[in-house]
């Protein structure tokens, strides 16, 4: 079975039996809660562990990646400039559609409750009045406390220093970042192969806590991430049209690989289809064959959306509001962060990208098994939304080059 549907049904397990002994004998509840719940906080700590090399050598190959890219020439500097404004821009909005879409629900109290104890154990918000914080004045002692924006800031500007050496020189350290991804990024994997366990665990404690409320939860967030992937998937569609051109022609051009998207759940199964689709709403192959491949290689618009989304989903299950400064400073992270990430696999992805930006606003990381086990319901929307944004990437692009005459910007 798939691991994705394992977690899943992890989940659903673990929730029926907190249901069961929540409803039995207090005594009884609390043995069993005290037996699930530091195996549910193991397997978290075992993640969590990982967050911060992996975010590092992340960080570091993916802006070599960027600047080797944007050395190959305007039209690869074009889409960067697309893909960067476009990733903040959902980050952005989804951050505003969350926050109005989970102050319309009823908050669970019980998950708050549930989460009291280890709340006050978070590491300080990033961005919270103190801009000077991002710039740390020891940055082992900002990642010893487990204060990772400041890291992010730091790792940013060692790979914009590292970008402009030469390359003999800095070849060395890319191979060992590079290197240190593939272990953190296996060694999650294997930490992933108990998933199931690890989410029952987790579930277990807050359902025979919070009651069925915990669950209910889940399903507002599911609604609420489902309906922002909608909403970017729209807005792609206004990204593509050109004056003067036909938006259904583009919409039809994108059904083919928007169903492979579906299907798929995966933007590099769904390349050669990209490719026809862009070919048929008139992209020229040269352009298409730079973009796309690009594209699929870098940008997935819904991984900061996705961000900022758990980020508020949490705040909003523990009657916290971040503040503007805050969302000021987890939206560039975010973006920096899915940039990086987008080579990781599967589950790896969720838990090694939203780990940080969760920790980073001073959150706690519970949540984050219980999300991760019902990912797997709004992946499918979420691929559509990223291969709909490679297309209007690619026309965007296209539109703006002499050889597609009649369609400049």
């Known amino acids: 079975m798939n691991r994705g549907l394992l977690t899943l049904f992890g989940l659903l397990l673990g929730g029926a039996v907190g249901l069961w002994v929540g409803a039995g004998p207090p005594a009884t509840a609390g043995f069993v809660v005290g037996i699930c719940r530091p195996l549910g906080m193991l397997w978290l700590s075992a993640l969590r562990m990982t967050v911060l090399p992996l975010v590092v050598s992340v960080l ?238 870098l940008f997935r618009i819904t991984s900061p959306a996705q961000y900022l989304v758990v980020t508020e989903f949490i705040a909003w299950t523990q009657g916290i509001e971040l503040g503007w400064e805050t969302l000021a400073a987890l939206v560039p992270l975010a973006v920096v962060i899915s940039l990086g990430g987008v080579g990781l696999p599967g589950q790896a992805s969720f838990m090694g990208t939203n780990l940080p930006i969760v920790q980073a606003a001073g959150l706690p990381l519970e949540p984050l098994g219980m999300l991760l086990a019902v990912d797997v319901i709004p992946d499918v929307a979420a691929t559509v939304g990223n291969v709909t944004a490679d297309l209007a990437l690619a026309g965007r692009v296209a539109a703006g080059e002499p050889s597609w005459p009649g369609q400049k910007d």
């Open 60 to 297: 570091v190959t993916g802006v070599m990646e960027v600047a080797d890219v944007a050395h190959t020439g305007r039209l690869a500097r074009r889409a960067l400039a697309w893909i960067a404004g476009l990733s903040a821009a959902a980050a952005i909005l989804a951050a505003l559609l969350a926050r109005a879409a989970f102050s319309l629900l009823p908050r669970p109290t019980g998950l708050a409750r549930a989460f009291d104890a280890v709340a006050a154990t978070a590491p300080p918000a990033a961005g919270t009045g103190d801009w000077l914080a991002l710039l740390p004045d020891n940055v082992v002692t900002a990642a010893a406390s487990g204060a990772i924006a400041p890291v992010v800031v730091f790792t940013l500007l060692f790979a914009f220093a590292l970008a402009q050496l030469d390359a003999a020189r800095r070849a060395p350290v890319i191979e060992l970042a590079r290197s240190v991804a593939a272990a953190m990024t296996m060694l999650i994997g294997w930490i992933l192969q108990i998933a199931p366990i690890g989410v029952f665990a987790l579930t277990l404690p807050l359902t025979a806590v919070s009651g069925g409320r915990a669950l209910g939860g889940l399903g507002g967030y599911v609604a609420v991430l489902v309906a922002v992937y909608f909403v970017i998937t729209l807005a792609m569609y206004a990204i593509a049209w050109r004056r003067g051109g036909n938006l259904y022609s583009f919409a039809s051009a994108a059904l083919p690989a928007q169903c492979v998207a579906a299907g798929t759940q995966s933007s590099l199964a769904s390349l050669p289809a990209m490719l026809q689709s862009a070919a048929a709403f008139g992209c020229p192959p040269g352009i298409t064959g730079l973009v796309l491949p690009l594209a699929v290689s």
